[in-house]
């Protein structure tokens, strides 16, 4: 199957074995969908070895080998439909924004939602709320925040054979929340 470009995982996948996609090299996009019971995936599952391999996952809390992806595991976007529930207020000149936490998230980005529909980067924050001043008065401002989380591989890089072979984590990019609009008075 060296020319598989995509693959569609059921919900019903729990793990995906040892090997199970190795020979894939042009493999590009794994989807996996929402709500899946996906909780491993093992030694060796995949082998992005031409270009990127972008792989939406259930959640933070996969279990993930430190070689799934082997040595071209730099090649691999992990995405999550995680994402946080925010609400927002404006209290005495100052916009606050919370949150609820992830399970292995480490950090959020925080996110004014701009009139093109475009995002901008406001802050990054290793906490579930944050304080944003600067709002004018008479406007309506739309935020939202986004998790980032890591996945510990239980990788032993004191026994590796060769620096930056295998990781110690996977940084997985989660799912933008729902706008929340702040009317500043």
């Not at 030694?43 to 996969?62: H, K, M, Q, R, W």
């Not at 529909?117 to 579930?128: C, E």
Request: proline residues 4%; hydrophobic residues 30%.
């Amino acid at each position: 199957m060296g020319s598989l470009e995509k693959i569609n995982i059921p919900a019903e996948v729990e793990e995906i074995p040892y090997r199970c996609f190795v020979c894939c090299y042009d493999l590009k996009e794994v989807y996996i969908p929402e709500g899946s019971k996906l909780k491993k995936i093992g030694y060796d599952s995949f082998s992005p070895a031409n270009g990127t391999l972008e792989i939406t996952i259930p959640s933070f809390e996969v279990e993930i080998n430190e070689s799934a992806f082997g040595v071209r595991y730099k090649n691999v976007k992990l995405k999550s439909y995680i994402k946080p529930t925010v609400e927002g207020e404006y209290k005495n000149g100052v916009c606050k924004l919370t949150w609820n936490e992830i399970p292995n998230a480490t950090t959020y980005e925080v996110y004014q939602k701009l009139k093109d529909g475009t995002y901008k980067l406001l802050k990054t924050t290793k906490d579930t709320s944050v304080e944003l001043k600067g709002t004018k008065k008479g406007y309506r401002y739309k935020f939202a925040v986004k998790a980032i989380g890591e996945i510990n591989t239980n990788c032993d890089l004191k026994n590796q054979k060769h620096d930056d072979y295998y990781p110690e984590f996977f940084s997985v990019e989660g799912a933008m929340s729902d706008s929340v609009t702040v009317s500043v008075k």
